[in-house]
């Protein structure tokens, strides 16, 4: 098969390679489609790569090339995505449950062998059936999806409340969709890009706020009625967005910081005593997956987004290239903030 393979710090290359044999319990998946996670980038452009060579990739979708012995309700043909995380199922975190904090895991596209390429082989407790109407391109959407609602199904929403989503990335967009979906009253999405909250207007945001406004704050208010919002998600991983959800959220309030960070964060007191002062609730959101594996994440995400509740635009891929270009579809974040949203590789069909 092919593969784009990693063999150092920006040096992607197309080539042969091995396709990988099917064991009992495992399916091979023929990728079509699969996205570039911003946890993607530093592995390419930072040295950050657990080794080499590797091939990346852990949202995609295709369909199933073939199965092994023991494989049960999984067929040639099924249209599916894969689930990344491989737990061991037998830590202490693991056995309750937690397999985000598993403590052995593994990981398909970071710490073996990925889906930048014709073919991928994972488990089948990792395979999720999606439905015909569901496109290839949704299907590398499903990852980030499940992220996002991982964090507010850990945040314990509550319908009828206000949901501030901090980041209009991919991942910030499908957020604030989740609120929706579980009946927030009201979901505003702030991002300093007018074009992602244009997107997030589209997409069923009641309201967009841009967070380069001098009266950003106030315009926030004005939407709680001065008492802030009862959950923020915080979705970009950046100090500030996290020092503005801290001053966002209400009394009693839930922060769930779902952005991985990409450096150091600094507080001064008066923003980190808000913690104390409003008597906050502070989450951590970690991965996509919950009991019984992978989780309600994975199968409502599957349910909405064939129903059309999940919404789909195609503006949520900033670009798309074929699997063979995909070293030029890194070169794209050599610029930085120049992708707004996820960069898809595609495979054409055999």
Known sequence: MKAAVLHGNNDIRYEEMAKPEVGVNQVRVRVMTAGICGSDVPRV??????????????EFSGYVDAVGEAVEGLCTGDKVVGVPLKPCMACS????GNYSQCKHYSFVGSREQGAFADYVTLPAMNIVKIDDSVSYE????????????????????RAGKT?????????GLLTAQW????????????????????????????????????????????VTGGKGFDYVFETAGVNVTSRSALTLAANKGTVCLIGTPNADYTFGRDVWELILRKELTLKGAWMSCSAP??????????????????????????AKYHMCDAQKAFDLYQTP??????????NEDK
Request: hydrophobic share 40%.
């Open 45 to 58: 452009l930072n040295d950050g790569a657990h080794y080499y060579p590797i091939v990346l990739g852990h």
């Open 93 to 96: 975190d693991c056995m309750k």
């Open 138 to 157: 949704q299907g590398a959407l499903f990852e980030p999806s499940t992220v996002a609602l991982h964090g507010v199904k850990l945040s314990k929403l």
């Open 163 to 171: 949901a501030a989503i901090l980041g209009g990335g991919t991942i």
């Open 179 to 222: 609120a929706r979906i579980f009946g927030a009253a009201n979901v505003t999405v702030f991002d300093i890009d007018e074009s992602r909250l244009d997107l997030a207007r589209r997409l069923g945001t009641d309201n967009t706020i841009n967070s380069c406004d001098k009266d950003y704050i106030a315009q926030a208010k004005g």
């Open 293 to 318: 594996f992978p989780g309600d994440e994975w199968t409502m995400t599957a349910h909405f987004f064939a129903t059309g509740a999940l919404k789909y635009e195609e503006d949520l891929f900033y």
């Open 337 to 346: 903030g120049q992708v707004k949203g996820r960069v898809l590789l595609y």
